[in-house]
């Protein structure tokens, strides 16, 4: 079972340019979500879904967009890079179903780390 | 502003020392809440969660964490620590339709 994984672990950006970070979660889970970590920050909220379809803005959501088209796959946009978005980016899907599954914790992918220069 | 607060930024401690880290929040109604760990160059894996009921509750490799309602606070312990807890920690609530809120994060530099 993968779990939660990102793509790419590392990249590096000029100004302007723009990526996407892919996130992809094979636990079935209803709700993805996406943070930065900067140090002494902890974890910032950027965007989150809560299904297919249905994404919503989190506590840092400027410069970045996503999509959720399926279940299984939350990808990351950002437009424009800037050297503000350097930052360690992570992925995490939970489930609020009740079930024998439901944990109702957060899972985290391994993290994505990204320079813009 | 509603928000998370871990106010212990860096502890440094000795091995076989208690530790103790603070985490208060500010939302109001019903929480879940969590203690993370980060270990250098790793993603947050979860100690221990709290939902309801027993209010002490324990978590893996010896830590626990009290949850006090009239505080808004839910602080970790663990009365040995070891060089292998070196890392850092964050506290977390699950508030308002499954969205995840973090505090800052305490880095715990354990010395052997």
């Known amino acids: 079972n993968a779990g939660v994984t990102q793509t790419p672990k590392f990249r590096i950006l000029k100004i302007g340019q723009s990526m996407t970070l892919q996130c992809t979660q094979d636990m079935n889970h209803n709700y993805m979500y996406w943070y930065r970590q900067d140090p002494g920050m902890g974890l910032k909220l950027i965007y989150y879904?809560?299904?297919?379809?249905?994404?919503d803005k989190g506590e840092v959501p400027n410069g970045y967009n996503v999509s959720r088209s399926t279940t299984e796959d939350f990808p990351l946009r950002l437009e424009l890079a800037a050297p503000s978005q350097t930052s360690v980016y992570f992925c995490a899907s939970s489930s609020n179903r009740p079930g024998t599954a439901y944990t109702g914790e957060l899972f985290f992918g391994e993290g994505s780390r990204l320079t813009v220069l | 502003a509603q928000s998370v607060s871990q106010h212990n930024h860096h502890v440094i401690l000795s091995e076989a020392a208690s530790l103790e880290l603070g985490c208060n929040y500010s939302?109001?109604?019903?929480?879940?809440l969590f203690w993370y760990v980060q270990y250098p160059g790793q993603h947050l894996q979860l100690l221990l969660k709290y939902f309801s009921g027993d209010p002490l509750v324990k978590g893996i490799k010896g830590f626990e964490a009290e949850f006090i309602k009239s505080k808004f606070s839910f602080n970790l312990r663990k009365p040995s620590v070891q060089w292998s807890d070196t890392a850092e920690y964050f506290c977390?609530?699950?508030?308002?339709?499954?969205?995840?809120?973090f505090g800052s994060g305490t880095k715990l530099n354990v010395k052997p």
């Open positions: 977390a609530v699950r508030h308002n339709f499954n969205k995840f809120y």
């Open positions: 939302y109001g109604g019903t929480v879940n």
């Open positions: 879904s809560v299904g297919a379809g249905i994404t």
